[in-house]
């Protein structure tokens, strides 16, 4: 297992989407590889901050909007 | 236990997790006070997002389960969420309006990370709730509710992108960028490097460096690991191959994770 195999096989990894001999081998050369080491936690964080970001408040006039569009829809149904 | 309805005369009862729930009205006379309730709350503009649960709730017959206490809106769970479907479906406008509330930020950045464009966005927030509310009865459960809002979110934003730039927005085509794909930049970022930001500085970091990359990665990524769909779904949505997904997903990653070097790598802004 070599630099560039990690970095192909990274996302399979992040995703636990390996087997267990595959998955052996790019830890035994993260025991080693510091340059690997550090991308891989980079990329991983970079997951995580992704996925744990919440969403910014809606604009108060995009909400009325929002709002405005589904009572119309309502009524446009209810007709 | 899924999701049950026993339709009686005059009561409709929901079964999810032990717990029931009746309304005590006919369906036809639930939609039509909810909808005069509801267009009444609007034009006070008044939130109902207090209100729409206790609507719903209006009697819950298990002691052995009890429902939970409702939580805080930072602490929504998504438990109660084929409660609010099966409830809008049968004609509950104030269960929709709740799941709009819930997942209105969420779809609108969606939108905004696909179109890049905040006019834009916003159509596609509203196309896909409407959308979402004319098709409920075809929602067959199979998925999470969120999911096949996404799905209705993805495909009008797509839509919107395609027209504004129709040559530029392939994503079934294989990406050749003829970049290697070996991190150029290798350095540590320490632990938490995100706390060193203020929540909306932070925000605005990373919807910027999001909109850096390519649409066919940008799109990708947010369905993966934003959503957190799976490789199938988000294959399928795209209506692209699993390998694409794959392919794509791991550029997508690589990408960010280089972009995002100049702000969270040790000694910056620390």
Redesign the interface.
């Known amino acids: 297992m070599n630099c560039r195999s990690i970095v192909k096989e990274l996302s399979n990894y992040l995703d636990e989407a390996l087997d267990s001999t595959l998955k052996d081998s790019i830890e035994k050369h993260l025991e080693h590889c510091d340059d690997c080491r550090v991308v891989v936690d980079t990329t991983k964080k970079t997951i995580q901050i992704y996925c744990n970001s919440e969403p910014a408040p809606l604009p108060e006039d995009t909400k009325l909007r929002l709002r405005e569009a589904l009572v119309k829809h309502l009524r446009r149904v209810r007709a | 236990m899924g999701t049950r309805f026993i339709i009686q005369k005059t009561e409709r009862t929901v079964t999810h997790r032990g717990a029931s729930l009746s309304f005590l009205a006919t369906k036809r006379q639930v939609v039509a006070s909810n ?1 005069e309730e ?2 009444r709350r ?1 034009a006070d503009r008044v939130s109902c997002a207090t209100l729409s649960r206790r609507e719903i709730l209006l009697m819950s017959t298990s002691k052995a389960n009890p429902l939970p206490a409702r939580p805080l809106p930072s602490q929504v769970v998504k438990d109660d969420e084929p409660i609010l479907v099966a409830a809008a479906k049968a004609g509950d ?1 104030s269960a929709f ?1 709740t799941l ?1 509330g819930r997942y ?3 779809i ?2 969606l939108a905004q990370n696909i179109t890049q464009n905040k006019e834009d966005a ?1 159509d596609v ?2 196309e896909a ?2 959308k979402a ?2 098709h409920l009865g075809e929602f067959q459960g199979n998925s999470r509710f969120y999911t096949w809002l996404v799905r209705i979110a993805v495909n009008q934003a797509l839509m919107k992108l395609r027209k504004r730039r129709p040559n530029q927005v392939s994503l079934d085509e294989e990406v050749d960028t003829g970049e290697e ?3 150029r930049e ?4 320490g632990p938490s ?2 706390e060193r930001y203020k ?2 500085e ?2 605005g970091i ?1 919807s910027g460096t ?1 909109a850096e990359l390519d649409p066919s990665f940008r799109i990708v ?1 947010q369905l993966r ?2 959503e ?1 769909m799976s490789t199938e779904e988000t294959a399928e949505a795209l209506g692209l191959s699993i390998p694409a997904v ?1 392919s794509r ?2 550029r997508a ?2 990408k ?2 280089q972009k ?2 100049r702000y ?1 790598r040790r000694g910056e802004n620390s």
């Not at chain 2, 290798?186 to 970022?189: F, I, L, Q, S, Y």
């Open positions: 909808q509801f267009l609007i406008i309006e709009v209105e930020r969420k609108f950045r916003e927030m509203q709730f409407l509310y004319e794909l070996m991190p290798v350095e540590d970022w490097p995100e929540q909306a932070l925000g990373l999001i990524f690991d934003i957190e794959k997903l791991l990653r690589l960010l994770r995002l070097n969270f």
